[in-house]
T-cell receptor
């Protein structure tokens, strides 16, 4: 099956600084890479996703980059705010026919006011 | 839309008891997923249904766990007998299409504590 590694496991930044979370995946056939945000005690929610036919996607303060050759993708959050504090999960799709996603182990982001 | 609905939200039970978790997916979604979340193991996929048919149950830990989806609007995850190591948050999620390429919408989760 797919293996997704995520780093770092924890990240503290000052409000207004940028945060970067990196993931690597093992299945070269993976072609869908979503990112989910989970606030404390809440459910995971999709914040951005990228498909393998593009190298970068941006949505306001968040962006995701994908390097298919190296099999890694990253989440970038600029101008961080306290409400960005949460656990972020990367994921990658895999499988023939009926695909599923494997999640990374999560990054706990703390934005210090 | 009400989103994915799960019940109960919290469950405390004693070791050896049967536990049944329930999920109502978003209307029109073809795929349904059951996940387990713990600090040690993160977010694990237990089983995946598409059009009410189990597609992949390779994540089901052992025979004590079973899942059903009798119709498009209802699924259950049953643990019998329950053990303390089953304590976790169990999420149900649904998506359109075959699931792997679509946004998954998670329910609020069921927090299970087995004493």
């Amino acid at each position: 099956g797919e293996n997704v590694e995520q780093h770092p496991s924890t990240l503290s930044v000052q409000e207004g600084d940028s945060a970067v979370i990196k993931c690597t995946y093992s299945d070269s056939a993976s072609n869908y890479f979503p990112w989910y945000k989970q606030e404390l005690g809440k459910r995971p929610q999709l914040i951005i996703d990228i498909r393998s036919n593009v190298g970068e996607k941006k949505d306001q303060r968040i962006a995701v980059t994908l390097n298919k050759t190296a099999k890694h993708f990253s989440l970038h959050i600029t101008e961080t705010q306290p409400e960005d504090s949460a656990v972020y999960f990367c994921a990658a799709s895999f499988g023939e026919g009926y695909q599923k996603v494997t999640f990374g182990t999560g990054t706990k982001l703390q934005v210090i006011p | 839309d009400a989103g994915v609905i799960q019940s109960p939200r919290h469950e405390v039970t004693e070791m050896g008891q049967e536990v049944t978790l329930r999920c109502k997916p978003i209307s029109g979604h073809n795929s349904l997923f059951w996940y387990r979340q713990t600090m040690m193991r993160g977010l694990e996929l237990l089983i995946y249904f598409n059009n009410n048919v189990p597609i992949d149950d390779s994540g089901m830990p052992e025979d004590r766990f079973s899942a059903k989806m009798p119709n498009a609007s209802f699924s259950t995850l049953k643990i019998q007998p329950s053990e303390p190591r089953d304590s976790a948050v169990y999420f149900c999620a649904s998506s359109r299409g075959t699931g792997g390429q679509e946004t998954q919408y998670f329910g609020p989760g069921t927090r299970l504590l087995v004493l």
